[in-house]
């Protein structure tokens, strides 16, 4: 046992140095002329970050001659904004001796990595827009609309509560809720400092939502350009497309520019991929990296939806912990409020209510899946007319057992049940299939409130060229392999879907990385930052 820890400690650290060493070879140091200005980005532990953002930030620093410089973006959502003694001297040993992942930053170029320390002015600064703040704070909406200087930062501060504290929906009660919102403060406040004091030309962080998502913000405002990268996506952040994956906004737009073949073979392509994912299958093939296990598998069980006259409906549930307005504000506050909402109407339509939570999924999920699941079998307590159907119970087996309506924030139902012809309703405007008009998309709650009872008058001709088309632009047209070529062999090889944030990234990356490789990874990255366009797509590669 001692052997076999030992054996895979020596084998970690021969995998970051040989790491460390294929950096420096592929980005060596230039000159030591005067720079001008810097590029920032986000420091973190995410090794599937590590590498895009090796390329991005020597991007820029080539086009700018900028220094490259990593910020710390954790304050709040996973570490105090305040570091204790003990956290300082080891963010100060790291950062001297270069350990760990200040050691990878350092390998590709990066001079400087600090994280937000606040001042005496800043605080003074937040402790009054603090007060100001809370004193028009009466319902759970007005967090979601707090602003500083107009920059809308509460959907940032909503959701950092919801995952900080692993509540389900905000609790106006917990002072946990108001110490995150003057945190936030204290943090606008050093940022808003820091845009003004130095000479940002571009920022480069890896979500846009909870805490991460404020520098991001602030830049944007400040007229700094701001994108957001991972290994399978790059987003250009602006005020119109402020949210990373946010372009769906325009894909009806964009797919009519296309050239008439390339329009063709997406929607073959798509129609190829979408029979996979209902015919069971998971993963890369069918575009659903995080969930490996299928929905849609072939296995049925006993029936559990009841068979009779009444309109049958379905609640897809979602997770109610992870970003709720990642790709802007709901119909509803939260999950929660979603879901109680829906047990009210329970209880005042004649209807067959049912709900199902995700599969139980591997990997990182399995940290949230049972609050979910908690929080679902406590509010069914509450509303008695739903009945819960078990995670695994396959949309094969509920379509086949004739549910006649899908409800959802904004969920993958919504392409998945129209290719069956179910009408789903959303509860979110900003929402992938918006767009279209294979779902249902009402503006307001009352809209949704009226269309629930009235479900039996309810008519949606479903355009099946309109799921084919939507999918192509959200799952191939805007593509996920601008940096891997093979998203499935990456998958295997480092062990499954949390395996791409760990050492075995590196590992796959140098098996793959040759010099031609590390040329096409800049040109891809140039054509993209100068087609202006918001979000990489397959005309980049």
């Not at 390339?262 to 969930?291: F, H, P, T, W």
Request: proline residues 3%.
């Amino acid at each position: 046992m001692i052997n076999c820890l030992k054996n895979q400690i020596n084998k970690n650290s021969s995998l970051y140095k040989s790491f460390i060493k294929h950096n420096k070879k592929m980005f060596p140091k230039l000159d030591n002329k005067k720079k001008d200005g810097e590029i920032l980005i986000e420091f973190n532990a995410f090794h599937s970050f590590h590498i895009p953002i090796s390329y991005f930030a020597n991007y820029f620093k080539n086009l700018h001659n900028t220094e490259i410089k990593a910020f710390f973006n954790y304050s709040i959502i996973a570490a105090p904004l305040k570091p204790s003694p003990l956290n300082k001297i080891k963010w100060n040993l790291g950062n001297i001796f270069s350990l760990k992942n200040f050691g990878i930053y350092r390998s590709f170029g990066t001079e400087t990595i600090f994280r937000p320390k606040i001042t005496n002015e800043q605080n003074r600064k937040a402790n009054e827009k603090y007060f100001k703040l809370i004193k028009n704070i009466k319902k759970k909406k007005n967090i979601l609309d707090i602003k500083i200087d107009e920059i809308k930062i509460g959907d940032l501060i909503y959701d950092t509560y919801l995952k900080s504290q692993m509540k389900p929906s905000v609790d106006l009660e917990d002072k946990n809720i108001y110490l995150i919102i003057h945190d936030f403060c204290k943090l606008y406040y050093f940022w808003k400092d820091y845009f003004i004091n130095n000479n940002v030309k571009c920022i480069v962080g890896v979500h846009t939502t909870y805490a991460y998502g404020l520098p991001l913000r602030i830049a944007v405002n400040n007229g700094i350009s701001t994108y957001s990268v991972s290994m399978r996506k790059i987003n250009r952040i602006s005020k119109t497309l402020p949210f990373y994956g946010g372009e769906f906004t325009n894909f009806p737009e964009i797919f009519q520019k296309l050239e008439s073949q390339m329009k063709y073979d997406g929607i073959n392509e798509a129609k190829k991929r979408l029979q996979k994912r209902i015919a069971g299958e998971s993963g890369i093939k069918v575009d659903l990296i995080s969930s490996e296990v299928s929905s849609f598998h072939n296995k049925i069980t006993k029936n559990l939806i009841t068979q009779n006259d009444k309109i049958k409906v379905l609640i897809a549930t979602h997770d109610f912990f992870d970003a709720v307005h990642a790709m802007g504000d709901i119909l509803f506050t939260d999950f929660y409020e979603w879901l109680d909402f829906l047990g009210k109407m329970s209880e005042i339509t004649d209807y067959d209510w049912y709900i199902k939570n995700r599969p139980n999924y591997p990997g990182k999920f399995q940290n949230y899946q049972p609050h979910t699941t908690k929080t679902v079998n406590d509010l069914l307590k509450k509303y008695k007319n739903i009945k819960l159907l078990p995670g695994h119970y396959s949309h094969h087996q509920i379509i086949k057992e004739k549910i006649n309506f899908v409800f959802t924030s904004y969920g993958t139902v919504g392409t998945e049940y129209a290719l069956f012809d179910i009408p789903v309703i959303n509860a979110a405007v900003n929402n992938p299939h918006h767009r279209y008009n294979f779902n249902f998309n009402p503006k307001s709650i009352e809209e949704y409130k009226n269309m629930i009872l009235n479900l039996s008058s309810l008519n949606l001709k479903i355009d099946k060229n309109e799921i084919y088309e939507h999918y192509f632009m959200k799952q191939i047209y805007f593509t996920k392999n601008w940096l891997i070529d093979d998203l499935n062999d990456l998958i295997k090889y480092v062990g499954g879907w949390s395996g791409q944030n760990s050492l075995k990234l590196y590992a796959y990356w140098m098996s793959i990385c040759s010099e031609q490789k590390h040329k096409n990874v800049f040109k891809t990255i140039e054509k993209f930052i100068k087609s202006d366009e918001d979000s990489i797509n397959i005309n980049h590669l």
